[in-house]
């Protein structure tokens, strides 16, 4: 496909981000390139071709190809992709630390003539560099989605003596929303979740895991269950006492 690219296109989207090695971002089966519009160069057969201003300050160059640079790569996708997936990918573009919120807002600023400009800065509100994983960042929204407060993000919790207790993946007062995915079914993850989880119950946090399937087809009953556990204070909550740096 670089091969092809007239002069002053570059690699875009999903696939810039995945040339700037930030793997949680699944590319498109067809590579993405931009073109600036006053280039006659169409979409073909294994290239997908959009057309939009490019100047040479957005262009950096991965792998030996041309690419959007990091900035350019954020606002592009937070303002083309659809709601939930671009948090998602803005949460990963930001933990992956390809960007900076600040310095994402400025470039959105600079850029409020832009098609899905509202939706970028929409997308930017909501993102979270803390986020680890995209179906985390998916679960989040459907938090959030459903008119919940926002959850504080894969932040350690601590009992009432400071002794860790773990780092849950989102938590609104003391319930704590996890995402489950295949690596936590394995023999070893399975029995360190149990143990995890019994420390956090027996603590007075109210512990909620969803998986895929959860968040993708059944997001009406992960916020009922989430406002139930919500309005049902635990008998005892230990107040958190954070101590030094501590792993999951």
């Known amino acids: 496909a670089a091969l092809v690219l007239p002069p002053g296109a570059a690699f875009s989207h999903r696939t810039a981000a995945w040339l ?52 350019r790569t954020a606002f592009d996708l937070a303002r083309t992709e659809p709601g939930a997936e671009a948090v998602a990918c803005l949460d990963a573009l ?12 400025g470039y ?30 998916r679960l989040r929204m459907v938090l959030l989605d459903g008119g919940l407060p926002r959850p504080v993000v894969n ?34 993850a399975f029995g360190h979740d149990l143990r995890r989880q019994n420390r956090l119950v027996d603590a007075g946090f109210t512990v909620l895991r969803y998986g895929a399937g959860d968040v993708t087809g059944r997001s009406g009953l992960i916020v009922a ?13 230990h107040e958190s006492t954070p101590t030094g740096a501590s792993t999951r």
């Open 225 to 237: 269950q989430v406002r139930r556990a919500l309005a049902d204070p635990p008998p005892i909550l």
């Open 155 to 188: 932040e350690p919790v601590h009992a009432g003596d400071g002794s860790f207790l773990g780092r849950p993946d989102l938590r609104i007062a003391h319930v704590l929303v996890e995402y489950d995915g295949a690596v936590h079914r394995e023999p070893g």
């Open 94 to 105: 930001l933990h992956a630390g390809l960007a900076e919120q600040r310095q994402l807002a």
């Open 108 to 137: 959105i600023a600079a850029h409020t003539a832009w098609r899905g400009v509202r939706l970028a800065a929409r997308a930017l509100e909501r993102a979270d560099g803390r986020a680890e994983s995209p179906m985390e960042s």
């Open 20 to 71: 700037h090695g930030v793997t949680t971002i699944t590319p498109t089966a067809d590579p993405v390139a931009t073109v600036p519009v006053d280039v006659p160069f169409a979409t073909r057969r294994g290239l997908v071709v959009r057309h939009a201003p490019l100047p040479a300050g957005d262009v950096a160059t991965r792998r030996q190809v041309p690419v959007t640079g990091p900035l």
